[in-house]
């Protein structure tokens, strides 16, 4: 790449998220974590430098330009607050086109008043899941740095999405790395559909994380999990379509489920520099909803007390935690499977988001998070396990208090109902004591909304019948 691709954005640089180490590297280096000390990398601007607009409404206008894909896209109409690509090397395929919207029927799950609830449905980007938001970011320096080959390990989504950036733009090839039998159908048919180079590796998520960024290392392949800094710069704008849809008022709470944690660490950068941008008077609270089966950040946050503390985390209990798991053999398991996940690579930076946004975090059982995802269903949208967590915790922290019936609260929806088709179709086959066995097989053994299909003979009567009961 010439140098002068570089000239317009020398106000971006990488930052080590270490207060005891703060190194910087160019926005044109190949890294996932600091060379000096290993920790995680932010993106990091120079604000001063940067053209950003005085007002949030100005991004707005962009929608009426629906010829420029810049500005068709969700992620790149808001490139001011994320300006570390000349524009002629973005790599867009339309992400970021999703909605926030309201759902009396869930807002009456969860406890609030009328007009209290919003879902923002991500499922509806490309791949059918938030990742499109963070991959095109990561496809774009992918290409700014010359990469010809990404890798991820995924529990799918992330596969599904790194596929349909290297398939639909060519601009690198691409492996996945995934574990053995924790995939969705949905999500690997989207992967081995899109092309990719899939090795399925004896072991889970973290097995295949721990693996792909060995090979990354020594091979110089781009790595396209969210320990990419790049990749949260992209995520950050779901708070800027959040914000969009509410007429650019800050709500009150922002629910998100936990598993690798990338969305809730950029959730918290975002917030935190529009606020320190004095594009927002004040940051919404943040609560971040683990799986129970696979709840590493509720042990440590919630039970460990394990906080920020302006970078100097309490390494030591967190190490002494994953040393216990080891030991223990201990392995997260849930029906959802986006989340299931050990070691969450993002922990510190989400840390800082709970820091930043007076911040909670939750568990919620599987069934909890399964009946959570049919009241999504039947209020008119869809929704694969992991998203309905943070409905199903929404609901918990209304019932303890902590969120209050007149607040107003952004559920997060981060994957399409199509992703895992498998369970859906299992938890409406059940009945209120007989569950289906591949639920109770995964420790469900009770379920309130199921829509089961009628059985009918081959009858006009019978079926008239029926209907006229229904």
């Known amino acids: 790449m010439s140098d002068r691709s570089w000239d317009h954005i020398q106000w971006a640089f990488q930052e080590c998220l270490s207060p005891s180490c703060r190194v910087r590297i160019g926005i044109d280096e190949l890294h996932v974590a600091c060379p000096g000390c290993g920790s995680l990398l932010d993106v990091r601007y120079d604000w001063d430098r940067v053209p950003v607009p005085t007002r949030l409404g100005e991004f707005e206008s962009r929608w009426a330009d629906r010829r420029d894909p810049l500005n068709v896209s969700g992620v790149w109409r808001f490139r001011e607050l994320l300006p570390f690509a000349p524009l002629e090397s973005v790599v867009t395929i339309g992400e970021g086109q999703t909605m926030l919207r309201q759902s009396r029927s869930v807002e009456r799950f969860v406890g609030l008043d009328e007009g209290g609830l919003y879902l923002q449905h991500e499922g509806l980007n490309p791949s059918g899941s938030f990742k499109d938001n963070g991959m095109t970011a990561a496809a774009t320096h992918a290409g700014m740095v010359g990469a010809t080959l990404a890798a991820c390990a995924s529990t799918g989504n992330t596969s599904a999405s790194l596929a349909i950036y290297s398939s639909a733009t060519g601009v690198f090839d691409c492996l996945v790395f995934i574990g053995s039998g924790r995939i969705a159908f949905g999500k690997l048919s989207q992967a081995l559909d899109f092309g990719a180079h899939t090795l399925q590796i004896e072991g889970n998520f973290d097995d295949a994380l721990q693996q792909v960024r060995e090979v990354c290392r020594r091979e110089k392949i781009y790595l396209c999990n969210s320990v990419n800094p790049f990749r949260l710069e992209g995520q950050k704008t779901i708070i800027y379509r959040i914000l969009e849809g509410l007429d650019w008022e800050p709500p009150d709470w922002i629910v998100v489920p936990g598993g690798n944690l990338g969305n809730a660490a950029a959730f918290g950068k975002a917030l935190a520099e529009l606020r320190d941008l004095d594009l927002i008077d004040r940051v919404p609270r943040l609560a971040v909803i683990n799986a129970a089966g696979a709840a590493t950040l509720f042990d440590l946050f919630e039970l460990h007390s394990v906080r920020w503390n302006d970078g ?23 029906l959802a499977t986006a989340i299931e996940i050990n070691r969450p690579v993002s922990l510190k930076r989400c840390l800082r988001s709970l820091d930043i946004c ?14 959570a995802k049919a009241q999504v269903g039947a209020g008119g949208f869809g929704c694969e396990p992991a998203s309905a967590a943070s409905v199903a915790g929404a609901r918990l922290l209304r019932a303890e208090g902590v969120i209050a019936a007149g607040d107003r609260v952004v559920c997060i929806l981060t994957g399409h109902q199509l992703k895992d088709p498998n369970t859906t179709v299992a938890y409406h086959s059940s009945r209120p004591g007989a569950v289906d066995e591949s639920l109770v097989s995964r420790g469900v053994e009770a379920v309130r909304f199921t829509n089961q299909p009628s059985a009918v003979a081959n009858d006009i009567d019978d079926l008239l019948e029926l209907i006229r009961r229904r």
Do not use: F, N
Not at 317 to 328: C, F, L, P, R, V
């Open 358 to 371: 007076d911040g909670v975090v939750r568990q919620v059982d599987d069934a909890e998070i399964l009946d």
């Open 312 to 334: 100097v985390t309490d390494d030591a209990t967190i190490a002494s935690y994953y040393q216990a798991m080891q030991e223990e053999d201990r392995t997260a398991s849930t």
